[in-house]
């Protein structure tokens, strides 16, 4: 099943760390009931953070994301965070409405 969803996560990247916005589609296994993230891109950060290579973070996973003549470009699918960037995160207790607000996938219904 595909969705669209609404992520806040951290930005760590030229020296900074910043919280953020990103649409991305999900896509659930159903085999492995395991979610997969992909044409993420950056909604909302702070505009200060220099043009450059980042990583999102959220919820154990990661995406590459880049920001270039001020203003982001979509990454591509996100793979398993690093075990320090999930034990830095595991400090706070986590919601997964903190972090997805899923939204529905409109389709084109031809009349």
Request: glycine share 10%; proline share 6%.
């Amino acid at each position: 099943m595909r969705s669209v969803v609404l992520i806040r996560g951290v930005l760590r990247g030229m020296g900074r760390e910043a919280p953020c916005e990103m649409l991305a589609i999900q896509e659930t296994q159903p085999e492995t009931a395991q979610a997969v993230y992909f044409r993420c891109s950056v909604i909302d950060a702070p505009m200060e953070l220099p043009d450059g290579d980042y990583t999102l973070a959220f919820n154990g996973h990661a995406v590459a994301a880049r920001k270039e003549g001020g203003l982001w470009v979509p990454g591509g699918a996100t793979s398993p965070a690093a075990d320090e960037e999930r034990h830095a995160d595991s400090g706070t207790s986590f919601r997964i409405e903190d972090a997805v607000e899923i939204l529905p996938i409109r389709r084109n219904r031809v009349a």
